[in-house]
């Protein structure tokens, strides 16, 4: 054994991280070594806790450590305006942008007959019971655009078709920054049927 | 604030780690809440003992959990044949190589005028010791090709002089692989200077 017990532990631990080979791995455990005793005991800490404190919010799904998360338990936040994703690490990016400032519902995954998910296995009853309960309300979905995703959408487009809800998609185009020439054929097709007029 | 407090906490800790940013910090901190209990409280544990229980071995100054390394306290290993390292990470470089057959002596530093590090600063008094208790030795020297590396070189040198010890250093040359072309002029004017014959 080339290591000492405990840096080989941290070393296989790291290494189970996305993006972390063996020399990141080796590289991360030294620097750990390195770190300040509170730092290594409030992370410690804070590890065991997550796996215990963790869990989801009971309205929306985000991952929470109280009953209710911070966002749905917001008072300055439009509860009729809920943004419907995948699972809560679109949560982080959405809140990062700042702008929105609806809800969120977590599908916590998307209807997928090849891998046998139907919509009774992903969180779909209770945004339907959630918005039975408001009255005027807009369903933002921010799904990807892949099969699963499109029949999600397409799903819950079709049970709230009938009632007083709204239901919006995010738009599709050319990210900003992104070279026209190297853009994949689909995207450049979408950002042309979706063109948005700007004269008057 | 975007996360909740315990993922929060586990994203700074990962930022401090080197190589790892904002995105990535991000990341692993996500794809810890998805690791086994076992997993995140073994490693919990392991970094707390890192803290407590890892420090240097007594003779040779490498990483240990014992008095005494793995490696000083191999019967196997040739104690006469002493490898000079600036610190115990060049150790797992050269065991992961498998062919060393002898010890380590982990200096913690190189003589640095630059910055008032001398040889009273560095485990260098330790080296003179356990060279004297042997009665033939080679000490190879494996620091660093810079100033602070070359000085310590040479005040090594120097010290074991007139004493029953070979002194060595790694060979400077073309790194395996390399491109001649594109190699720097200092490391191809030394592999010319060290070349080897190969003709009889």
């Given amino acids: 054994m080339i290591y000492p017990e405990l840096l080989q532990k941290m070393i ?4 189970k991280l996305p993006g972390v080979g063996d020399k990141s791995a080796e590289r991360m455990a030294l620097a750990t070594l ?3 005793k509170e730092d290594i005991s ?3 800490k804070a590890l065991l806790e997550s796996k215990e404190k963790l869990h989801s919010c ?6 929470t450590e109280n009953d209710i998360c911070n966002i749905c338990s917001d008072t300055t936040r439009d509860k009729n305006l809920i943004c419907v994703i995948e699972d809560y690490k679109s949560v982080f990016s959405f809140e990062k942008v700042g702008n929105y ?3 969120y519902h977590v599908l916590n995954g998307l209807i997928s007959p090849m891998d046998s998910i139907g919509p009774e296995d992903i969180n779909i009853s209770s945004l339907v019971k959630r918005v039975e309960s408001l009255e005027d309300s807009e369903l933002i979905l921010a799904l990807k655009s892949t099969i ?3 029949t999600t959408t397409l799903y819950i487009k ?8 709204t239901i919006s998609r995010l738009s599709y185009g050319i990210p900003i920054g992104a070279e026209i020439d190297y853009l994949d054929i689909i995207t450049l097709d979408k950002a042309l049927e979706d063109r948005k007029k700007i004269s008057e």
């Fill in 12 to 15: 296989s631990f790291y290494k």
């Fill in 34 to 36: 390195e770190l300040k």
């Fill in 42 to 44: 409030d992370f410690s």
């Fill in 58 to 63: 009971q309205i929306c799904g985000h991952l």
């Fill in 101 to 103: 400032h609806g809800v």
């Fill in 148 to 150: 699963e995703g499109e």
């Fill in 158 to 165: 079709k049970i709230f078709e009938k009632k007083n809800v």
